[in-house]
C-alpha cells in the first residue's frame, strides 16, 4: 500500500518539483531533501518509500530538466498520477526509468492520505480508503522495456549486447 499525496492544482512546473538553486548537483538524495519544498516544505517527512503524488493538468510544465525526475526518485516516490503531463517531463520520466500514470478522473476520485495499490499491468488503481477503482491506460511495452531496464541508457546498453 502506498499513500496518497495530493496537490489538486493544475500546472505543477519543474521548478516547483526541484527549484533552481538546487540544480548544482545530480545527487538524487540530495536533491530530494528539497522536493515539492516550494509547494508543500513538509513534503520531505511527510513522504514514504513508495507513496504516490496526485495532481492536476500538466505536471512537470516549465523547463526541460532531469533534476525534477530524479528529485522525485531520490525522495522515493513510486510514481505520480496527474490528469495530464508536460511532454518533455513525460519523456524525461520516462528516459530516466520513472513510470508515470495519466488518468484524468484521478484526482477527483483520490483525497490526501488515502491508501492506493496500482496494478501496472492491468492500468488500475485501487483506492482502498475510498473502496473504488480507477482504471488507466498503461504504458506501451517499448516505453517498460525502458523502465525496466532503469532508463533509457541502461536499456541502450542492453540492445547493444
Given at each position: 500500500?502506498?499513500?496518497?499525496h495530493?496537490?489538486?492544482?493544475?500546472?505543477?512546473?519543474?521548478?516547483?518539483?526541484?527549484?533552481?538553486?538546487?540544480?548544482?548537483?545530480?545527487?538524487?538524495?540530495?536533491?530530494?531533501?528539497?522536493?515539492?519544498?516550494?509547494?508543500?516544505?513538509?513534503?520531505?517527512?511527510?513522504?514514504?518509500?513508495?507513496?504516490?503524488?496526485?495532481?492536476?493538468?500538466?505536471?512537470?510544465?516549465?523547463?526541460?530538466?532531469?533534476?525534477?525526475?530524479?528529485?522525485?526518485?531520490?525522495?522515493?516516490?513510486?510514481?505520480?498520477?496527474?490528469?495530464?503531463?508536460?511532454?518533455?517531463?513525460?519523456?524525461?520520466?520516462?528516459?530516466?526509468?520513472?513510470?508515470?500514470?495519466?488518468?484524468?478522473?484521478a484526482?477527483?476520485?483520490?483525497?490526501?492520505?488515502?491508501?492506493?495499490?496500482?496494478?501496472?499491468?492491468?492500468?488500475?488503481?485501487?483506492?482502498?480508503?475510498?473502496?473504488?477503482?480507477?482504471?488507466?491506460?498503461p504504458?506501451?511495452?517499448?516505453?517498460?522495456?525502458?523502465?525496466?531496464?532503469?532508463?533509457?541508457?541502461?536499456?541502450?546498453?542492453?540492445?547493444?549486447?
Open positions: 500500500m502506498s499513500k496518497a495530493v496537490y489538486k492544482r493544475d500546472h505543477i512546473n519543474t521548478d516547483e518539483i526541484i527549484p533552481a538553486r538546487y540544480l548544482n548537483t545530480d545527487d538524487e538524495a540530495e536533491l530530494a531533501k528539497h522536493c515539492m519544498e516550494d509547494i508543500d516544505a513538509e513534503f520531505v517527512n511527510k513522504v514514504a518509500e513508495g507513496d504516490i503524488i496526485v495532481a492536476g493538468d500538466d505536471f512537470g510544465c516549465g523547463s526541460s530538466r532531469e533534476h525534477a525526475v530524479w528529485a522525485l526518485r531520490g525522495a522515493r516516490v513510486q510514481t505520480v498520477i496527474a490528469n495530464s503531463f508536460a511532454r518533455i517531463f513525460y519523456r524525461n520520466a520516462i528516459d530516466n526509468g520513472f513510470y508515470l500514470i495519466e488518468s484524468p478522473q484526482a477527483e476520485k483520490i483525497n490526501n492520505g488515502d491508501e492506493l495499490e496500482i496494478d501496472y499491468k492491468t492500468g488500475r488503481i485501487k483506492n482502498l480508503t475510498a473502496g473504488i477503482d480507477i482504471d488507466f491506460k504504458l506501451p511495452e517499448f516505453a517498460l522495456e525502458i523502465i525496466r531496464a532503469g532508463g533509457l541508457l541502461e536499456h541502450i546498453k542492453t540492445k547493444k549486447r
